[in-house]
């Protein structure tokens, strides 16, 4: 009564061809998503959580991106959260091998987009291997979830779709992929997000070593960061309250710049 049937079906058979015929493939081998649980496990989760909300209990933030966000662990849903882990491994090792393997490590936490409160997110990449984010409800608009390049691809901020959260279902991808919330334009949304991390994986020289491509071209505005990058005050204007991160950018990282490019402030971080 908790799972999609589909979705218990896959974890049940568990083989290739059962966990294909859930997926939905947006990106070839980058971004897929997926029905996972049922609306009312969605409802009942979404309760215990304003439960706790509700409490008054101090809550230490998941990140600094997150202001109004919960960490599962810290509040009793550990064991939850090993047994989700637990049945999406399989599916990790499928559709993303390295990263997908050994998994021995997640952090899992609750984001809340809301007015008066966070209403997107900046483009940014994760400090996972392979991230699930699980759309949880409620009633919303708004709130798009861009995607742009991979970082140190040559592409990494150009855009490449845009994905529309649905109750109940999960969407995958590589930690290292740029993405970004658009602004939710009424109502509220909670999503629980996971991030799976491989000790193996990341002892790898693809991790300890990665492989970091010249920028083909300015990148697209959609797939800018005011946190993160050197040339985002030419592309858009800093958010308000944003604007201290002007000239605090590392990307793209020296002489990695593409054709053209200037920075948004003449004395950066490094050379003031």
């Known amino acids: 009564e908790w799972l999609d049937p589909l979705f218990y ?24 998503s997926f029905k996972m649980l049922t609306d009312a496990f969605c409802q009942t989760l979404t309760e215990e959580i304003f439960n706790f909300y509700s409490s008054g209990l101090p809550a230490r933030r998941p990140n600094s991106m997150n202001a109004y ?28 091998r390295g990263p997908g393997n050994g998994w021995d490590g997640h952090h899992c936490f609750i984001v809340r987009y809301r007015a008066g409160e966070d209403l997107g ?28 390049g991979m970082s140190g691809a040559p592409n990494h901020r ?3 779709m845009t994905y529309r959260h649905v109750k109940g279902s999960c969407v995958c ?28 994986y990341r002892m790898s020289d693809e991790v300890e070593k990665p492989k970091s491509l010249a920028e083909e071209g300015p990148p697209d505005p959609v797939c800018v960061s005011y946190t993160h990058d050197r040339d985002y005050g030419n592309f858009k ?13 590392w990307c793209p990282r020296p002489n990695k710049e593409y054709p053209g490019f200037t920075p948004d402030k003449d004395c950066e971080a490094e050379s003031c």
Not at 69 to 96: A, H
Not at 121 to 148: K, P, R
Not at 176 to 195: F, T
Not at 239 to 249: D, I, Q, T
């Open 9 to 32: 079906k896959a974890v049940s058979e568990n083989t290739p061809t059962a966990w294909r015929a859930i997926l939905t493939e947006h990106l070839p081998g980058e971004v897929f």
């Open 237 to 249: 204007e800093y958010p308000v309250g944003k604007e201290h991160f002007r000239g605090r950018g």
């Open 121 to 148: 997110l900046d483009m940014h990449t994760d400090d996972s291997d392979v991230t699930f984010n699980l759309c949880l409800g409620l009633e919303f608009t708004g709130a798009g979830l861009q995607f742009c």
């Open 69 to 96: 966000g919960i960490i599962l662990n810290e509040i009793g849903l550990e064991p939850l959260i090993d047994e989700l882990q637990r049945m999406l491994q399989p599916l990790g090792e499928l559709l993303f």
């Open 158 to 160: 150009k855009h490449s």
């Open 173 to 200: 991808h590589l930690g290292k992929k740029r993405h970004g919330a658009d602004d939710i334009a009424s109502g509220e949304r909670l999503n629980l997000i996971l991030w799976n991390h491989s000790s193996t």
